[in-house]
């Protein structure tokens, strides 16, 4: 279980490096706005 946590917090380090905190949200924006209009489908 520790080990998991430990590469969990390495993974969102690892993504927030890359990604600026305004281009995630974006990104979330977008994911939520697609699985929102799948549903309606």
């Known amino acids: 279980m ?3 946590s430990k ?3 390495i993974d ?3 993504i927030a490096s890359i990604f ?6 974006t990104l979330q ?4 706005d697609y699985l929102n ?3 309606k489908r």
């Not at 600026?20 to 949200?25: A, I, M, P, T």
């Not at 924006?29 to 939520?32: A, C, H, L, V």
Request: charged share 55%; net charge neutral.
């Open 29 to 32: 924006k977008e994911i939520e």
């Open 37 to 39: 209009k799948n549903k």
């Open 12 to 14: 969102e380090r690892y």
């Open 2 to 4: 520790e080990c998991e």
């Open 20 to 25: 600026s905190k305004n281009e995630l949200s």
């Open 7 to 9: 590469w969990k917090t």
